[in-house]
């Protein structure tokens, strides 16, 4: 798997594992760096691949390089800020559609909000809202209009009240 993809493989990752789809994804990413740099090897390749070797200087300037004590110090040091502003690059490509379909969240059809795919089989019962994606609040309300519906249909006069 080429540098690149496995930059990508991470920001899905932090896609996925977000509580919410739209959350700050500055500890993750934070984290996910900090994993990339825990071995000198691969510290050495991302300073190979990378397309911000000059990251930490970016962050820090000539600061940058303080309280190293050896090489492997510097090489982390560089590739930590190097492949966090590669997965923050990769991530700005992601649009919100990508994110929510990473996600396996869509957008409720009748209030806009984030819904999860979860409910689409048990609308599938619904007439009439077939195939659509509705958010918890409104599925609810969906099915409690049915429900009206269907008493003031029956007509009986057996209900509660
Ligand atoms: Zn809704």
């Avoid at 739209?22 to 071995?39: C, F, K, L, R, V």
């Avoid at 599938?124 to 609040?137: A, H, I, S, T, V």
Wanted: proline share 1%; with cysteine; hydrophobic share 30%.
């Amino acid at each position: 798997m080429s540098y690149q993809e496995e930059i990508e493989q991470s920001v899905r990752s932090i896609v996925e594992e977000l509580p919410e789809w739209d959350a700050d994804a500055s500890d993750a990413i934070h984290q996910t760096a900090e994993n990339w740099t825990i071995y000198t090897s691969h510290c050495h390749r991302i300073m190979q691949e990378s397309s911000n070797e000059d990251a930490a200087f970016g962050h820090m300037g000539s600061d940058a390089l303080d309280g190293c004590e050896s090489f492997s110090d510097v090489v982390t040091r560089l590739a930590y800020f190097a492949v966090h502003q590669d997965i923050v690059d990769a991530l700005s490509e992601w649009s919100d559609e990508d994110k929510l379909e990473a996600r396996d969240e869509g957008l409720c059809e009748d209030c806009g909000e984030v819904c999860d795919h979860g409910l689409g089989d048990l609308q599938n019962d619904w007439k009439g809202r077939e195939g659509e994606e509705l958010c918890g609040d409104c599925y609810e309300r969906w099915a409690e209009d049915q429900e009206d519906d269907e008493d003031e249909d029956d007509n009986t006069d057996e209900g509660e009240e």
